[in-house]
């Protein structure tokens, strides 16, 4: 039985219950103290691919601070 845990915020495609994945909180200041939400990645590459969602995504981020500290 597969099951579906949730959908990774980078790919959109569905994380499978066997499949590793990370789990990202995210705190909103918009919120005003609500619970944070979560932001869920694929770990390992999917087929074909060279890095994680979750690699790719930390290296956008990385990418954008780095971007913003330049300028």
Same mark, same amino acid.
């Given at each position: 039985?597969?099951?579906?845990?949730d %959908?990774?915020?980078?790919?959109? #495609? #569905? +994380?499978? #219950? *066997?499949?590793?994945?990370v789990? &990202?909180? +995210?705190?909103?200041? &918009?919120?005003? *103290?609500?619970?944070?939400?979560?932001?869920?990645?694929? =770990?390992?590459?999917? =087929? &074909?691919? %060279? *890095? #994680?969602?979750? %690699?790719?995504? %930390?290296? !956008?981020? !990385? +990418? =954008?601070?780095?971007?913003?500290?330049? &300028?």
């Amino acid at each position: 039985m597969i099951v579906c845990l949730d %959908e990774c915020d980078y790919c959109r #495609s #569905s +994380i499978f #219950s *066997g499949q590793r994945w990370v789990r &990202a909180k +995210i705190y909103d200041p &918009a919120l005003n *103290g609500r619970d944070p939400s979560y932001h869920c990645y694929h =770990a390992e590459p999917l =087929a &074909a691919e %060279e *890095g #994680s969602c979750w %690699e790719k995504h %930390e290296m !956008e981020r !990385e +990418i =954008a601070r780095m971007t913003v500290c330049s &300028a």
